[in-house]
């Protein structure tokens, strides 16, 4: 196999505005970088668990995920919540609970987590926020970070229509309950800590609010409480959007974080117009746009000489040699080892292991560069594990090697799968 580029798999190397693709044949290492853009500072939990901030056009190598770590693109966010770790600020209403400041080491590792604490009353026990500005119809997540401290469940509820509301275990790491009108996730981080985050959409509210409660259990979240038991919560976050993006810290006021861009990895004597292999390792993030990884000649939109990987809007994934394209509708197109093998008129998609298309094309002359974008558009949002190019035609079974995962285990987790132990 020749491999001509290569890319992650482990190996990361950035500085600011460039992460490292290279070519190794022979053992002669030659740079084959991708220029990177983000105008902002931005977070990534790092290989130690930790949340940190990264300078502006340093990409983000994350390590959320995978103690491998992943290439974190994203899309220009906004954090609504004025007073993203400052519970003790009069934004947040306490109503039946208090905050202790400073009570614990946070998920940045310094000792500025607060404890949302229950008092001893009868009732509801939470915290929530001034009015948010919302529009009518659009998705909105809200997001914080936290560890059970005496009350292992609590819950993100929204002011939006009649209040929907996700339920969390913090002794499990699972949604315990939603309602049908919200989703809930959760991601374990380092040190007890948990992201969990509600995803739902404003049909009826043109002002919102984030609430944080406590609970007893799930069937008893009005209760009388023991004055000293809650639960430890950091980096509060509102944002436009289905998805729970990276945290942006605020301190008075809304910050953005601005989209970021990689393009530009190769040349022409990287690829081969006659014949190539292009390979992804990742998951996208279903953000309802469209998104594109290419190899173009530079060209502007619209050039019939690419090699494209595309997730549309509407959850369908498509591939595009040349001038010819084909949809590939599957339930699980965000988190896959796919690769489009082409040549002699000929391309293939194979996705884990399997091959799924197989399609003519005319021709393709002027390969020059890969990029986390379509010429112009389609810019990528997800994780990438890995992305290599081959200048040759593979053979079946490298194909399927190349897709698929090494052990049962690993496949599980990849693809985000829960592992049941039987016996």
């Known amino acids: ?85 400052a519970f003790s600020n009069a934004y947040w209403t306490k109503e039946k609970a208090s905050i202790v400041s400073n009570a614990v080491i946070s998920p940045d590792g310094t000792s500025n987590a607060s404890k949302l604490v229950e008092d001893s009353s009868n009732g509801l026990h939470r915290i929530y926020t001034n009015l948010i500005t919302t529009s009518q119809n659009n998705n909105y997540t809200s997001s ?52 969990c985050s509600a995803t739902w959409n404003s049909s009826s509210a043109t002002n919102d609010r984030v609430f944080i409660q406590l609970a007893k259990s799930i069937s008893n979240t009005s209760y009388t409480g023991d004055g000293s038991s809650g639960v430890y919560i950091f980096g509060a976050q509102f944002e436009i959007g289905n998805v729970a993006s990276s945290y942006i810290p605020t301190q008075g006021s809304a910050v953005t974080r601005v989209a970021e861009t990689a393009s530009g990895a190769g040349n022409s004597e990287v690829f081969s117009d006659s014949q190539g292999v292009l390979f992804f390792d990742g998951s996208v993030f279903a953000t309802n746009e469209n998104l594109c990884i290419s190899i173009n000649d530079g060209g502007a939109t619209g050039s019939g000489n690419r090699v494209e990987l595309l997730w549309f809007s509407d959850g369908k994934f498509y591939t595009q040699v040349g001038n010819s394209g084909q949809e590939f509708i599957s339930s699980n197109t965000l988190n896959n080892k796919i690769l489009i093998k082409y040549g002699s008129g000929t391309y293939h998609l194979y996705v884990n292991g399997f091959r799924r298309i197989t399609d003519t094309y005319t021709s393709l002359s002027g390969l020059v560069s890969l990029d986390f974008k379509r010429q112009g558009s389609f810019t990528f949002k ?34 985000n799968l829960n592992i049941i132990y039987n016996g």
């Open 144 to 195: 914080v970070f936290a560890k059970k401290g005496g009350r292992n469940i609590f819950g993100i509820q929204t002011s939006s229509g009649a209040q929907p509301y996700v339920w969390f275990n913090l002794d499990k790491g699972i949604v315990e309950l939603q309602e049908s009108s919200i989703v809930g996730k959760i991601e374990s981080l380092a040190n007890g800590w948990y992201k």
């Open 382 to 415: 997800g994780k990438t594990k890995e992305l290599g190019y081959y200048n040759t035609i593979l053979t079946d079974l490298e194909l399927e090697t190349l897709t698929s995962y090494k052990s049962w285990t690993s496949m599980v987790n990849e693809l």
């Open 1 to 85: 196999m020749a491999q001509t580029l290569k890319f992650g798999n482990k190996t990361w190397a950035t500085k600011v505005g460039s992460t490292l693709a290279y070519n190794d044949e022979n053992a002669n290492y030659k740079p084959l970088p991708f220029a990177f853009t983000r105008s902002t500072s931005a977070t990534r939990v790092n290989k130690e668990g930790l949340i940190e901030v990264v300078t502006s056009d340093r990409p983000r190598i994350d390590y959320t995920d995978t103690s491998d770590g992943v290439l974190l693109l994203e899309k220009a966010a906004t954090n609504l919540v004025t007073y993203s770790e």
